[in-house]
């Protein structure tokens, strides 16, 4: 199974979901804000990145996991990655796609804004590093989904 984790810039959520999927993260403790910013690609995704797919690992079943950014125009990023997977002749129930933005707050918000957008990276950074660990039960949820889907149990698909 392909496993894909998207969000808007893909640097924060996608990000931490994917890492929490591969278990760079533990998830049974809230992490650091140090654990947080020193994983693979944390706030390092590059604008001209949008809409790319970026392989982040292969789980304990062998599944790849991936992380996107979808950008402005997220339905549409959405559709052209669909179809694009289609055109490759995967079929739906071997792709499970995962919006990861649904665990952004405020804290994560204007600090991906200040990083990505102005540039006050250090700042921005910790922002959303903040964010992300006092919203860490929400991170939690979504893997937890995101299990049960992968087992069958559920049709939760994003």
């Known amino acids: 199974m392909e496993i894909i984790y998207c969000c808007y810039g893909g640097a924060h959520t996608s990000v931490t979901a994917?890492?929490?999927?591969?278990?760079?993260?533990?998830?049974?403790?809230?992490?650091?804000?140090r654990e947080i910013i020193s994983l693979p690609h944390f706030d390092r995704t590059p604008a001209k990145s949008l809409g790319r797919v970026l392989f982040y690992g292969q789980d304990h079943q062998q599944n790849n996991v991936y992380i996107v950014s979808l950008g402005p125009a997220r339905q549409a990023t959405l559709s052209a990655l669909r179809l694009f997977l289609q055109a490759r002749g995967m079929q739906q129930k071997d792709v499970l796609i995962i919006d990861a933005l649904q665990c952004v707050n405020l804290s994560i918000r204007v600090g991906g804004f200040l990083s990505r957008r102005c540039g006050l990276v250090a700042l921005g950074r910790h922002l959303c590093a903040y964010g992300i660990v006092a919203n860490f039960a929400c991170f939690k949820i979504l893997l937890s989904r995101v299990e049960e889907d992968m087992k069958g149990l559920t049709t939760w698909r994003r």
């Open 18 to 33: 994917a890492a929490m999927h591969l278990r760079m993260l533990g998830i049974n403790k809230k992490p650091c804000l």
